[in-house]
T-cell receptor, first 112, second 110 residues
């Protein structure tokens, strides 16, 4: 158990809909990262938050947004969903040193 | 920006040694990490190199050459359970942004 909790584990929704993925980082970790992994693909960095503030942005679509709350949990919002958004979405957290990132078990999103 | 290159697939025999290479280009560099991911699972941390040289952790070792922007993961005494994808990742930026390579799928065969 990495200590990072993601909910829900599975999500099936229709095209055009909006969903929210939630992540609770390890206790004390200030950095939260979101990654997208499509079938048999690598990990695509989406966005990073550090202590509530956005610190780095990757290939995140404009239809996607995220935030980190004062209690350090984070949410990834995906809107106007398309079939191609079907993927595993991972959240990871790390302490301030960032040497090691701890991953949650992911949310498998299926858009039908 | 950041880019990392690693081979997409490697096949090795049980009991043998395999080396997975990673070259990177980054505007900032703090260290190189390696992660293992089994099918359907979450990536798990294996090792981290901030300085040049070899780090050994059991059957796994990781090497870094900062001047060559190059590192590798060495797996010894391969076991069937080592079949997985292996990602290198660069820690860069003032807030330790972590960027992953595309991963190397290792297949261990009997």
């Amino acid at each position: 158990d990495s200590g990072v909790t993601q909910t829900p584990k599975h999500l099936i929704t229709a095209t055009g809909q909006r969903v929210t993925l939630r992540c609770s980082p390890r206790s004390g970790d200030l950095s939260v990262y979101w990654y997208q992994q499509s079938l048999d693909q690598g990990l695509q960095f989406l966005i990073q938050y550090y202590n509530g503030e956005e610190r780095a942005k990757g290939n995140i679509l404009e239809r996607f947004s995220a935030q980190q709350f004062p209690d350090l949990h984070s949410e990834l919002n995906l809107s106007s969903l398309e079939l191609g958004d079907s993927a595993l979405y991972f959240c990871a957290s790390s302490p301030s040193t960032g040497a090691e990132a701890f991953f949650g078990q992911g949310t498998r999103l299926t858009v039908v | 920006g950041q880019s990392l290159e690693q081979p997409s697939e490697v096949t090795a025999v049980e009991g043998a040694i395999v080396q997975i290479n990673c070259t990177y280009q980054t505007s900032g560099f703090y260290g190189l990490s390696w992660y293992q991911q089994h099918d359907g699972g979450a990536p798990t941390f294996l090792s981290y190199n901030a300085l040049d040289g070899l780090e050994e952790t059991g059957r796994f070792s990781s090497f870094l050459s900062r001047s060559d922007s190059y590192g590798y993961l060495l797996l010894q005494e391969l076991q069937m359970k080592d079949s997985a994808s292996y990602f290198c990742a660069v820690n860069s930026g003032g807030y330790q942004k972590v960027t992953f390579g595309t991963g190397t799928k290792l297949q261990v065969i009997p």
